[in-house]
């Protein structure tokens, strides 16, 4: 595979993800960890069906357990504190404070040893905890009930980031282990659902398909496209663009009736977007000029 054709693949995760608040809204009113039991049995029972069909099942051999557990807590924790959210908050600024995950992955890799933190790094993290703040201010008349929301999503996008991070060091594991990632964190998710949660099923039709859709695209293809651009596509070329996915998750939830398209909301979704490219542009590397020598 070349390295542009896995740019293109990483690609496609930004946009199944934008999806992610619509069709959690959608899914209403399954409760969290059920619905994380369900769209990851289905991820995850697509991708295994991927590995019996292309006769990839023995990659997930050899694996260390603690890759398996990493993996699964992040999925887990990350996508229980999401619904969460979106539950407890208007969604599309719980969506909005959920998507500072690309800003912080930015300031934690400037942490990283060999990377320096910039001042762009910092005027980034500005902008976008303005645009962060903004939102809680939006919607200070219906913010009683709330704070909750707001904070799960805070730490969801703190969670993404430790997996995010965490996963660069595993650049020698196949892709293939996402699919025991999914698998694991839909056991989990349902002794969960039987130990805090009362059963709720999707209503209808309508329901039903938000769950599947969840299940095939954000919370299962979109991991493992990810997973192959990240490790063999242009890394800093997908970063930059995942910082669309919470102007893109706002239109979807905007266009579909779900969220009002205020001025306060568009005006924190390009800062909290605005804020983060800069953060990624202050990350590359400046080009050395190559001076050519005078004719004699």
């Keep these: 595979m070349t390295r542009p054709t896995a740019t293109l ?8 993800w934008a999806l992610l608040a619509f069709f959690t809204v959608g899914s209403a009113p399954v409760p969290p960890f059920l619905l994380n039991a369900l769209c990851f049995a289905i991820g995850g029972t697509a991708g295994l069906a991927w590995l019996l069909a292309t006769g990839g099942l023995g990659r997930l051999t050899g694996i260390p357990l603690r890759v398996y557990a990493f993996g699964t807590a992040g999925l887990f924790g990350y996508h229980f504190l999401y619904f969460s959210a979106l539950r407890l908050a208007p969604p599309a600024e719980a969506g909005l404070i959920a998507y500072l995950w690309p800003l912080f992955i930015v300031l934690g890799s400037g942490l990283l040893p060999g990377e320096r933190l910039r001042a762009g790094h910092v005027l980034g993290a500005f902008l976008a905890f303005a645009g962060a703040a903004l939102i809680v201010a939006g919607g200070i008349g219906r913010i009683e009930g709330a704070t909750a929301g707001y904070a799960l999503a805070f730490v969801a ?4 980031t430790a997996y995010s991070l965490g996963s660069r060091r595993l650049g020698h594991v196949p892709t293939a282990a996402v699919v025991v990632f999914c698998l694991a964190s839909s056991v989990l998710s349902v002794l969960a659902h039987l130990a805090f949660e009362t059963p709720a099923w999707p209503q209808g039709a309508l329901g039903w398909a938000a769950v599947v859709g969840l299940g095939l695209g954000p919370v299962g293809l979109a991991f493992f496209t990810w997973d192959i651009g990240v490790k063999k596509g242009d890394i800093q070329l997908l970063g930059t663009a995942s910082y669309a996915a ?3 998750s706002t239109l979807v939830l905007v266009a579909a009736g779900m969220a009002a398209a205020t001025l306060s909301l568009l005006l924190a979704a390009m800062l909290i977007a605005g804020g983060a490219l800069l953060a990624a542009r202050a990350g590359r590397p400046a080009r ?3 001076t050519k020598p005078k004719d004699a």
């Design 288 to 290: 050395r000029r190559v």
């Design 246 to 248: 919470p102007l893109l």
């Design 9 to 16: 693949i990483g690609f496609s995760a930004v946009a199944l």
């Design 157 to 160: 996008a703190l969670t993404w």
